[in-house]
């Protein structure tokens, strides 16, 4: 690595900073954040990630990020070729770039535009009350496997046509998790690539294709991949759409429930808030209609951003905070960093949802990234967002809702989520 001054790595921490990084990865690589707060704290915003093979430079401010999404974007491509990602979704439009991803990305454009996800509203909330439904009158509810229900149905309902339910859903759940586990953070981070992604995962690419293949009666993403592509790169693009726009809902709703039960003030506003609104009218509600709902939504996003990193590569020099990075190196954008950089956010540890209620909102560009930034935004955005603002107002509506004393920590994933906490619920 060479620069106008030396890029800060890892290996540079001192002893007890060190100490309290490996500390961090007690749960393996799911704990791999934490130690990239402690490598920001003491080395700066940009540095050199060493773990294994895994090398990547660390990219955490915001003035990177533009760079990085908007200035320099040619200068990076989107992922390295030994990702398991790549793997397996091959030609997707998570992994290629150029006209080959805008191609795409064009194709499935209008499954997104709002008037399209305002007439899908009453589906959603259909599929979340049919969920809640089977949640204890009174007891605990694992939250994150609860949200992935409705999220995963949600989506294949909105946007494959499909009503996926019951035994179906039973037996290609373990393809699901398999395939989530094998895209996030493990053993190839050591060995710098991926190997073949698990057995299990077939469960799920019959599934896809078993969906890709039934007759289509119109207005869903999936026709619009039919009729643009072949098979094979309907199900690239089928499989990356499913697990990435299902497993971001899972995780964001999960944050916003867990946060909000640890905040009694927030708990009681919120709650309020949402059974103002009659059930009957939710499916039309704005974010204007449920502000701290909104609220609430956009700061659990901010402190647990879903898709916390974006993994790219340099395929020319790249210039960043004064540090020149050559071409083939391993980058990683983190918007976790840049979402609790102290320097930008008023305590920015703290779950406050005043914070977007008060009319500060984000300090500037690129210091609220949750669905990335720049020409290669997050496609699912406006989505994600309709989804989270009706299933936990439902949520709310239906269910009063409580702190359990089991512990509760991030982990990072496919996406970073919680684990270990469960809700108390008691229905009304």
């Known amino acids: 690595m060479s620069g106008r001054r030396g890029l800060p790595r890892t290996a540079d921490l001192g002893p007890r900073a060190g100490l309290r990084a490996l500390a961090t990865l007690r749960w393996g690589t799911a704990g791999l954040y934490e130690a990239l707060e402690i490598a920001r704290d003491g080395l700066g915003p940009v540095f050199e990630l060493g773990f294994g093979r895994f090398r990547p430079v660390v990219i955490g401010s915001s003035e990177g990020l533009r760079e990085a999404l908007v200035l320099q974007r040619e200068a990076l491509s989107w992922r390295p070729e030994g990702d398991p990602v790549v793997r397996l979704f091959r030609r997707s439009i998570l992994v290629t770039d150029g006209p080959e991803h805008d191609e795409a990305r064009a194709v499935m454009s209008g499954a997104f535009e709002a008037r399209a996800l305002r007439e899908a509203a009453p589906e959603m909330l259909a599929i979340a009350d049919d969920e809640l439904d089977r949640w204890p009158e009174q007891g605990k509810v694992e939250a994150v496997a609860a949200m992935r229900r409705i999220a995963w149905r949600s989506f294949e309902r909105v946007f494959f046509g499909y009503d996926l339910r019951g035994p179906e859903l039973e037996a290609t759940l373990p393809g699901l998790l398999a395939a989530l586990r094998y895209i996030g953070p493990g053993a190839w981070v050591l060995r710098g690539a991926a190997g073949r992604p698990p057995r299990e995962v077939r469960l799920l690419e019959r599934h896809i294709r078993k969906v890709i293949a039934q007759p289509q009666t119109g207005g869903t993403m999936l026709e619009a991949l039919r009729e643009a592509f072949g098979t094979e790169r309907v199900r690239d693009h089928a499989l990356t759409m499913l697990i990435a726009g299902h497993d971001t ?51 659990a996003l901010r402190l ?76 699912g955005a406006g989505f994600a967002q309709l989804e989270g603002r009706l299933v936990l107002a439902r949520v709310l509506q239906r269910f009063d809702l409580a702190v359990t004393r089991r512990p509760l920590r991030g982990a990072m994933g496919a996406t970073l989520e919680p684990r270990g906490g469960l809700l108390g619920v008691r229905r009304r």
Do not use: K
């Open 304 to 379: 647990w951003p879903p898709i916390h990193a974006g993994a790219r590569r340099t395929v020319r020099e790249f210039q960043v905070d004064g540090y020149v990075v050559p071409p083939g190196q391993r980058v990683m954008l983190s918007y976790l960093l840049v979402q609790r950089d102290g320097t930008r956010w008023r305590e920015p540890l703290v779950f406050d949802p005043g914070r977007w209620l008060e009319g500060r909102g984000a300090p500037g560009p690129f210091t609220w990234v949750p669905f990335g930034g720049g020409p290669r935004n997050c496609i």
């Open 249 to 299: 809902s899972t995780a964001q709703l999960s944050w916003a429930l867990h946060l909000l039960v640890r905040s009694r003030e927030w708990l009681a506003r919120a709650t309020r808030e949402a059974r103002a609104v009659p059930a009957a009218a939710l499916a039309g509600a704005t974010a204007d209609d449920l502000p701290v709902v909104e609220a609430v939504l956009r700061e």
